[in-house]
């Protein structure tokens, strides 16, 4: 029998479209453009397919994950940006979804100002990878393919 290929959605949430000019020290060099290529190359091999998602206003996200909810997505990567230390409404909205999310940051917010180090989602998200700069995504994503074979 032919095996459906499963769906990753990977969303970026504000300024993340300003990468590669967005404080590159901190957040490197890359475009999230270049991100997103390299990512899609890594996912063919996998069997994997990879819908990509940036948006700079809240309530987009929320309605991003609405839509996700009623497709059989198999994974989330997201990036919420700014968002992860303020948003409840991002927080309710995962609490939807049943397949395994990485919470991703670039950065080490741990490392960075005291309110980047709460984050509204790290407990209920399936783990977070930040501090590894772009390579956190392909970390990400190798995460979730493993366990959606695993399951
Ligand atoms: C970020 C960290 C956040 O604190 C910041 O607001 C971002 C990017 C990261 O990828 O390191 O926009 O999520």
Redo the contacts with the bound molecule.
Sequence with gaps: MKQKVKKIQVING???NMLGKREPQI?GSLTLNQINTDLAQQAKPLGLELGFFQSNHEGEIVDKIHEIFNENIAGVII????F??TSIALRDALLLLSCPIVEL???N?YKREAF?HKSMLADIVTGQITGFGHYGYQMALNAVANMINES
């Design positions: 504000p300024n993340l957040y990036n919420p940006g700014a992860t230390h940051h670039l950065s917010i980047r």
